[in-house]
């Protein structure tokens, strides 16, 4: 089985813009959380979502967004984007266990 | 609320045993998950703990004593691929049941 994936890998952008990064999980997944890795903050839960609703969030501003998708396949868009927004970005499908198993991830530079 | 405590760091020595300790409190206790994350790389599941006792997988065990809020992993005859951060994350029920993740550890194999 593919494992997860996760687009782009790399992304600078500029203070104020906005960002959508992707991620497509495992076949047969249909749960996908997305968390935010800081050096200094470690792994900090954005969102879960599952067959297209949010079930979960995290303590993140509005400015944080996600959606997914019929085929289970995730968005998450960041808005007005900060310096402090500079992170890796990690997706990660879970199975029926609920054991997640993450994607490559999005490093995403606000300059 | 739920806290989880791992030591940031640890240095062991090629072949040895070492047992990274994580202690955790929360109120809906739901299983317990370590993570190995190399560096620049998404974090790789490892094990999972729902009951109390050890689960041996070759050259690592994962231990958990719900009773007294406390895993370990060990790792044996280290190897110096075995350098990496290692992730303590508990499943909490009253929190919808996302994963809390620890700092991590930073375990450096020297030769």
């Known amino acids: 089985k593919a494992g997860v994936t996760q687009t782009p890998r790399y992304l600078i952008k500029t203070r104020g813009q906005q960002v959508t990064l992707s991620c497509s999980p495992i076949?047969?997944?249909?749960?996908v959380s997305w968390y935010q890795q800081t050096p200094g903050q470690g792994l900090q839960f954005l969102f879960e979502?599952?067959?297209?609703?949010?079930?979960n969030k995290g303590n993140f501003p509005g400015r944080f967004s996600g959606r997914q998708f019929s085929n289970s396949r995730s968005e998450m868009n960041v808005s007005t984007l900060e310096l402090g927004d500079s992170a890796l970005y990690l997706c990660?499908?879970?199975?029926?266990?609920?054991?997640?198993?993450f994607g490559p991830g999005t490093r995403l530079l606000v300059l | 609320g739920q806290n989880i405590d791992q030591p940031t760091e640890m240095t062991a020595t090629e072949g040895a045993i070492v047992q990274i300790n994580c202690t955790y409190q929360?109120?809906?206790?739901?299983?317990l998950f370590w993570y190995q994350q190399h560096a620049g790389e998404a974090p790789t599941f490892l094990s999972y703990?729902?009951?109390?006792g050890l689960e041996e997988k070759g050259r690592f065990s994962s231990f958990l004593s719900r009773s007294k809020g406390y895993s370990y992993p060990l790792l044996k005859e280290l190897q110096m691929k075995d350098s990496a951060s290692y992730l303590c994350?508990?499943?909490?029920?009253?929190?919808?049941?996302?994963?809390?993740f620890g700092q991590g550890t930073e375990l450096s194999v020297k030769p």
């Open positions: 703990n729902v009951l109390d």
């Open positions: 990660a499908s879970s199975d029926p266990q609920g054991t997640q198993y």
């Open positions: 994350a508990v499943r909490d029920r009253n929190q919808g049941g996302k994963l809390i």
């Open positions: 929360t109120s809906g206790f739901n299983g």
């Open positions: 979502y599952f067959s297209e609703t949010q079930r």
């Open positions: 076949s047969g997944h249909r749960s």
